[in-house]
Each structure stands twice: as C-alpha cells, then as structure tokens.
C-alpha cells in the first residue's frame, strides 16, 4: 500500500515557477514508477510527465517539455515536479501517481487527492 500526498501548488502569475511535492509513505516508493497528471475544469485528467523506478528515464507531454522537470528523491520518499514558464493554461488540479507505469491514468496504482494550480494571466 502507498499513500500520496501533495503539496506546493498555489497562485502564480503567468511565466512564474511553482515546484510540486509528492510525499509517498511506505517501503515500496523505490519500486514504483511516479507521474503527474493534471485535470483542468471541464476536461478528462491527461498525463503531464513520469519517471522510472530506477529514476533514470523520464517522459513529459508535449505540451510541458522544455518547461517541466520531475524528479525523485529516494531517502525522502518524495517526487518533485518543477514547473518553469508557467502559462495559462497550465491552470488545473495536479494529481500524483504511483505504479508499474503512469503513463497513462488506467496504469496508476495509487493517486494523492490533488494539488490546484492557479496560473493568471
């Protein structure tokens, strides 16, 4: 069993930085691949970006590549996403996910309750 929960999310003006924190509890962290996803209003949860297990392969969706960095830290059970350049429409609730694979949200195990984004133009 993992547990997730994030934080860091907050209001930012257009073009500012916000860094997501996703704290996981039990000894499986290290196991699993972890993800971001995000949900704006009105819309279905898309894939934002994930890295392996081992912590040396990341994704990111087209629309945040060159913008957005995950991370991991394996001696805090922790998952960072840092977001640069932040833009409109970047404005959603961002999710954190835990499994064999988070590319996609049918792969996830396990989800933190969310984290909203508020970006202003």
């Known amino acids: 069993q993992v547990q997730l929960v994030e934080s860091g999310g907050g209001l930012v003006q257009a073009g500012g930085s916000l860094r997501l924190s996703c704290a996981a509890s039990g000894r499986t962290f290290s196991s699993y691949a972890m993800g971001w996803f995000r949900q704006a209003p009105g819309k279905e949860r898309e894939f934002v970006a994930a890295i392996s297990w081992t912590g040396s392969s990341t994704t990111y969706a087209d629309s945040v590549k060159g913008r957005f960095s995950i991370s991991r830290e394996y001696a805090k059970n922790t998952v960072f996403l840092q977001m640069n350049s932040l833009k409109p429409e970047d404005t959603a609730v961002y999710y954190c996910?835990?499994?064999?694979?988070?590319?996609?949200?049918?792969?996830?195990?396990?989800w933190g309750q969310g984290t909203q984004v508020t970006v202003s133009s």
């Open positions: 996910a835990a499994g064999p694979a988070v590319l996609r949200t049918t792969q996830a195990n396990y």
